[in-house]
């Protein structure tokens, strides 16, 4: 048996290959996707070799992931429970469709996955690996085994000698990728507690963040953010340089609450500061350029699409239909929004576009306004008649 497994390099993961190989007697390929995480995979490759890995696949699909996954979501305003801006949820199923492809030129008769059956990230793997190969096997071996808590591993992993980066000081579970950053467990399960100053990884504490705002001007062609200041960037360096600015300004924080998929409540913290400031500059875009009737149904559409992204259902029909619809939208999404970065707060400032349907004429109430008061009148008239009793 073949099997090609998600790998990171952690405590699970690493368990997971030797327990794959001891359990299916079987050759295990590992796969890691660097896609713009904080942890450092310099060590990948050669820990996965030592705990027994018949191949090592550590692969950059950053780009891949921006430009296939991140994009579609910038573009069409996902956030679930309009806070969360699914960086975690939009990695995984390009880590599946790799997965795929791999078992395909391998030849593997199954993937493997380190998630835990309480998490959302094991329905988001199997759906994705349904959706892309059905007759492929996805195992799940952090939910099969006898395995029962975070010390019987680290005794597994002693027995079989198998090395693992265990720091007992950061009591927190951790996903990062270019798009964001998820902290979830510790401290953060007690919601009625503010969390603590180390939980977070990337963004500056408004507080400390700097006395004087900055404020940056984005450029969209075509709804793709492709300049900083006039400097004409990949949409990667575009993210990256963001990222930075915003995050040294303490924005991007979100502390959630949210319904997870697998039916009961947890908490979240979410960093995002590129991810932040560019959805709200190509929101700013939409709202002068679209007419209202498609900016209002674009809006109510952003929920679904993010729910869609969060329950896995990233390869379905409807997201694919949904990305239709906001693609036909993006060619006049071109233009220049200015953004203040504040203490933790994002605000626009200044918003232009070749395509702008604001007409100061008709919106301006001091002399040179142009606007017909009198058909307005009428409009008003007719627009009552629905309200009207016999």
Not at 107 to 121: I, P, R, S
Not at 159 to 180: A, F
Not at 324 to 350: A, H, N, W
Request: aromatic share 8%.
């Amino acid at each position: 048996m073949k099997i090609v497994l998600a790998y990171s390099g952690g405590l699970d993961t690493s368990v997971a290959l030797h327990w794959l190989k001891e359990r299916y007697n079987a050759e295990v390929i590992a796969f890691c996707a660097d896609i713009g995480q904080l942890e450092s995979l310099d060590t990948v490759r050669e820990r996965a070799v030592r705990t027994g890995a018949s191949q090592v696949r550590v692969e950059s699909l950053t780009d891949r992931f921006l430009k296939d996954f991140a994009l579609p979501a910038l573009q069409a305003h996902a956030r679930y429970e309009n806070k969360y801006l699914v960086a975690a949820p939009l990695s995984r199923p390009l880590i599946a469709q790799r997965m795929v492809e791999i078992a395909h030129a391998e030849g593997a008769d199954a993937v493997a996955h380190g998630a835990t059956g309480k998490g959302n990230d094991q329905v988001r793997f199997h759906t994705s690996v349904t959706a892309l190969d059905p007759r492929l096997k996805v195992l799940a071996p952090v939910i099969d085994w006898e395995l029962t808590s975070r010390d019987s591993e680290l005794a597994y992993a002693r027995k079989h000698g198998i090395e693992v980066s265990v720091n007992q000081e950061n009591p927190y579970s951790i996903d990062t990728n270019i798009w964001g950053t998820s902290i979830e467990c510790g401290e953060l399960d007690d919601i009625s507690q503010a969390p603590p100053a180390r939980a977070w990884q990337l963004t500056t504490d408004p507080k400390s963040a700097p006395d004087r705002a900055e404020r940056i001007r984005l450029g969209f062609e075509g709804g793709v953010p492709v300049a900083v200041d006039g400097e004409k960037l990949t949409f990667a360096d575009v993210v990256r340089r963001v990222n930075r600015i915003a995050a040294r300004h303490g924005v991007g924080r979100v502390d959630i609450v949210e319904s997870r998929l697998v039916g009961f409540k947890t908490r979240g913290l979410y960093e995002a500061p590129a991810a932040t400031v560019l959805m709200a500059a190509h929101e700013e875009l939409e709202s002068i350029v679209l007419d209202r009737e498609v900016l209002h149904h674009k809006q109510a559409m952003a929920l679904r699409y993010a729910e869609l992204a969060y329950y896995g259902y990233w390869f379905s029909d409807l997201r694919r239909a949904f990305d239709g619809f906001v693609s036909t939208l993006q060619p006049r999404m071109t233009g220049d929004i200015d953004i203040e970065l504040y203490k933790g707060t994002c605000t626009v400032v200044g918003r232009s576009s070749p395509h702008s349907r604001y007409n100061s004429s008709l919106a301006t109430y001091e002399s040179g306004d142009t606007f017909d008061h009198k058909a307005g009148a009428g409009f008003a008239y007719v627009w009552a008649l629905p309200l009207t009793r016999p």
